[in-house]
């Protein structure tokens, strides 16, 4: 595929009125100021761009923060649904679809304007980009970039599937602001959590460490795509299930088996944490419906020896005992509220620990992106799109036309190499069997392991 996308038509997509309402991030949205979130779905067929256009117009009456811009009035970050707009670029290319899926992961892609996340923070750029990349086959790529400070996946599915249902002339999905997290989080919480933030301040020659790693991270590390087949994860929950003792879920057996099996190749023995993101939403009674970062995490020892059963069992009674156990907002609110605002920035997540080599698996499977639909086709292929280039972070997500599983794990070079070898794929797919029907990505997107 050429690497050399010509820009055919730029504009800037707005709702047509601004409704001027101010959104009080909270500080956990601060706390991911600095980030953006990027997405490719594939379709193929060619979608006409001014009913994509126009559709989003529609949507972003709904959901107006993600055509908004970012403010700071003394010291506290303000989403202003000022309609400021979405910019929405078409592109050709004289590649294949095939040839463009193969790269959504890799840096330098190109298939997605990434929202520049602390340019951003100061009202400087837009907070939600769309780029439509034409292949020369008659696909089409579309490719999504979001402040993570304005919402979580969970709130760009509901951005989604209101830009789905205003091109399909569908009656669109209910969506709600939050005015202010803070006070709706303090009104939700239990009087006690876990007790464990979510962050820590790094010390001076740690936080200088952790700079050096996010500056080297392109060009130490790799991005690897793997697909499972449905009859692999069934097999997987079946033995696992029995050594537990237990009904698991395929998420569950999944980030046990991707987290022993790298672990294996990587020849480390010794007991790590491992972190997986749960959206808190339902374990708090609020709705669906709700924009925002509701986000919370588990956090669990992993030691080798014990084997994929024990970890799949353990992230089970983890996930079963959540509230109680691992809900952590109240404590994060008080950590951040004791630290000041002044001082977010030197915090990080206990998830980022790349020295450590501590294992983030965030499940995005199940959020509806093979159900949305365009003029009528729904996508082929859904993926992270190259979104941080720091090892031990994995992205699950449904497989090929929404078929199995496909995980996007980012890993230092040399790891990356073993695990797309003879003796990666073997681990890897030790649970699949000869007569097995190989997903459908292994037709069209030959990197995938």
């Known amino acids: 595929m050429s690497i050399w996308p010509q820009l055919r038509r730029s504009r800037t997509v707005r709702a047509g009125h601004a409704t001027g309402r101010v959104l009080r991030c909270g500080l956990m949205d601060t706390m991911l100021a600095d980030l953006a979130v990027s997405v490719v779905l594939c379709f193929d067929r060619s979608l006409d761009e001014d009913r994509l256009a126009a559709g989003l117009a529609r949507a972003l009456e709904r959901v107006p923060v993600f055509a908004g811009r970012l403010r700071t009035v003394d010291g506290v970050l303000d989403a202003v649904c000022d309609d400021s707009g979405v910019p929405l670029d078409v592109y050709t290319v004289d590649g ?5 899926m193969g790269r959504v992961a890799a840096a330098g892609a190109e298939l997605v304007d990434r929202v520049d996340a602390p340019g951003a923070r100061t009202g400087a750029g837009p907070l939600f980009t769309v780029r439509v990349t034409r292949t020369a086959d008659g696909g089409t790529v579309l490719g999504c970039s979001w402040h993570h400070a304005i919402g979580d996946l969970h709130s760009f599915m509901l951005l989604l599937r209101t830009w789905s249902a205003a091109v399909e002339g569908e009656p669109l999905p209910e969506a709600e602001l939050v ?17 464990r ?24 590390n790799r991005t690897v795509q793997i697909a499972f087949t449905e009859a ?13 003792g237990r009904r698991l879920s395929s998420g569950d057996v999944l980030c046990a088996h991707l987290v022993s099996t790298i672990r294996e190749l990587d020849g480390d023995d010794v007991e790590r944490m491992l972190t997986v993101p749960v959206n808190a939403r339902r374990w708090l009674g609020l709705p669906d419906t709700l924009i925002g970062n509701l986000l919370s995490e588990v956090h669990l020892p ?3 020896q014990d084997g994929p059963a024990v970890l799949a069992g353990a992230l089970r009674r983890a996930v079963e005992a959540f509230p109680a156990e691992h809900l952590n907002l109240r404590a ?26 501590r294992f983030s698996f965030s499940n995005w499977s199940r959020f509806g992106a093979y159900r949305v639909s365009f003029q009528g086709h729904r996508p082929v292929f859904f993926s992270p799109a190259a979104n941080y280039p720091l090892p031990w972070v994995c992205w699950t997500v449904e497989g090929f036309r929404g078929e199995g599983y496909l995980s996007t794990v980012v890993l230092p070079a040399r790891l990356a190499a073993r695990v797309r070898g003879a003796e990666g794929r ?23 392991v």
């Open 232 to 244: 692999e994860v069934a097999r997987m929950r079946e033995e696992f299930g029995a050594a537990a």
């Open 179 to 195: 005015g202010d997290q803070d006070k709706l989080l303090e009104r939700v919480l239990p009087a006690e959590d876990c007790g």
């Open 426 to 448: 073997a681990a890897l797919h030790r649970y699949r069997r000869a007569a097995d029907e190989l997903p459908g990505s292994a037709a069209v997107l030959p990197k995938v």
């Open 332 to 357: 994060n609110l008080g950590f951040l509220a004791a630290l000041g605002r002044s001082r977010l920035r030197e915090c990080v997540p206990l998830g980022f620990d790349p020295r450590a080599r």
């Open 302 to 304: 992993h030691r080798p």
């Open 96 to 100: 294949t679809l095939a040839e463009a």
């Open 197 to 220: 933030p979510g962050f820590r301040v790094p010390s001076a020659a740690e936080a200088e460490l952790l700079a050096r790693e996010v500056a080297a991270g392109p060009r130490a």
